[in-house]
Nanobody
Framework: QVQLVESGGGLVQPGGSLRLSCAAS????????IFWFRQAPGKEHEGVGC????????LYADSMKGRFTISRDNSKNTVTLQMNMLKPEDTAVYYC???????????????????WGKGTLVTVSS
């Protein structure tokens, strides 16, 4: 049984940083493209970024470029989302997911995902 579990969310002040982790059981994360989505209250899922396997590349939504970084820790079977320079509009539940593919194009939607975690809440507020 495949399970994805996010952790690391919490309350942070504007301009601060958080590091989210996505851990997996029943799945080797390094074998698949991994996506991060977020969902703010009252809004639909929004793509944050993704990490391909084929060439190790990462892609980010425009509003996250330069602030967010996705990386893999193969020894721990985790994928992390480092978030810097956080803004109040980054407040959302953050999810990791996979479409069981090997690369990401950056235009995948939540409907394309096969597995999801339950999410971790990030609140950016002073």
């Amino acid at each position: 049984q495949v399970q994805l579990v996010e952790s690391g969310g919490g309350l942070v002040q504007p301009g601060g940083s958080l590091r989210l982790s996505c851990a997996a059981s029943g799945l080797i994360l390094n074998d698949y493209a991994i996506f991060w989505f977020r969902q703010a209250p009252g809004k639909e899922h929004e793509g944050v970024g993704c990490a391909s396997v084929s060439d190790g590349s990462t892609l980010y939504a425009d509003s996250m470029k330069g602030r967010f970084t996705i990386s893999r820790d193969n020894s721990k079977n985790t994928v992390t989302l480092q978030m810097n320079m956080l803004k109040p509009e980054d407040t959302a539940v953050y999810y990791c997911a996979t479409n069981l593919g090997y690369y990401c194009l950056g235009d995948e939607s939540d409907n394309d995902m096969n597995y999801w975690g339950k999410g971790t809440l990030v609140t950016v507020s002073s």
